[in-house]
């Protein structure tokens, strides 16, 4: 009788965990331009790209991928460095709409803290705590440097690939 009172307990312990890891049935996409693809795989057909901030339906995961649903009915596979348990802050889906997509010269290809980030350089208070802590101005000039670099979506892709780094991670 014991035995049996503790596979039920089991059982029911079990269930809780495998309940709570899918009671997450909706992610936010927190990457601009993310794409939805036809498999797991980053070189894989790309049936649309979704807007950051779109609320997506989990239908399912395998590996770093999850399988979605667009508001739009599309379903497809979505990396998980592209989604978010919450939806992103009102202020960064107003700044990609009013500053990314004003900027159509712009090529960089990065999530969009990374760039604000870079658009901005750095913050009053990293630039006051650099000085504060003697950095060089050279620092901040080859800072600046690279945050003025621009890279085309076919680098970035090739530099990923190249890698093996976020979806095209093995």
């Given at each position: 009788m014991k035995s049996s009172n503790?596979?039920?307990?089991?059982?029911?312990?079990?269930g809780l965990s495998i309940s709570v890891v899918f009671a997450q049935d909706k992610l936010?996409?927190?990457?601009?331009?993310?794409?939805?693809?036809?498999?797991?795989?980053a070189s894989s057909e790309t049936i649309a790209t979704v807007k950051l901030g779109t609320e997506v339906s989990v239908l399912g995961s395998e590996n770093r991928w999850y399988k979605i649903r667009v508001p739009s009915g599309e379903e497809g596979w979505m990396y998980r460095g592209t989604l978010s348990q919450s939806p992103p802050a009102k202020e960064v889906q107003e700044e990609s709409e009013n500053l990314l997509t004003s900027m159509t010269d712009s090529?960089?290809?990065?999530d969009e803290a990374d760039t604000s980030r870079s658009m901005r350089g750095l913050s009053r208070e990293t630039e006051e705590y650099a000085k504060n802590r003697g950095t060089p101005a050279s620092y901040q000039k080859a800072l600046d440097g690279v945050l003025a670099m621009r890279v085309s979506e076919d680098e970035l892709e090739a530099f990923l690939r190249q890698g093996k780094i976020g979806e095209y991670a093995p």
């Amino acid at each position: 009788m014991k035995s049996s009172n503790l596979i039920w307990i089991l059982a029911i312990c079990l269930g809780l965990s495998i309940s709570v890891v899918f009671a997450q049935d909706k992610l936010w996409v927190s990457s601009e331009r993310a794409k939805l693809k036809s498999d797991t795989s980053a070189s894989s057909e790309t049936i649309a790209t979704v807007k950051l901030g779109t609320e997506v339906s989990v239908l399912g995961s395998e590996n770093r991928w999850y399988k979605i649903r667009v508001p739009s009915g599309e379903e497809g596979w979505m990396y998980r460095g592209t989604l978010s348990q919450s939806p992103p802050a009102k202020e960064v889906q107003e700044e990609s709409e009013n500053l990314l997509t004003s900027m159509t010269d712009s090529k960089i290809k990065a999530d969009e803290a990374d760039t604000s980030r870079s658009m901005r350089g750095l913050s009053r208070e990293t630039e006051e705590y650099a000085k504060n802590r003697g950095t060089p101005a050279s620092y901040q000039k080859a800072l600046d440097g690279v945050l003025a670099m621009r890279v085309s979506e076919d680098e970035l892709e090739a530099f990923l690939r190249q890698g093996k780094i976020g979806e095209y991670a093995p």
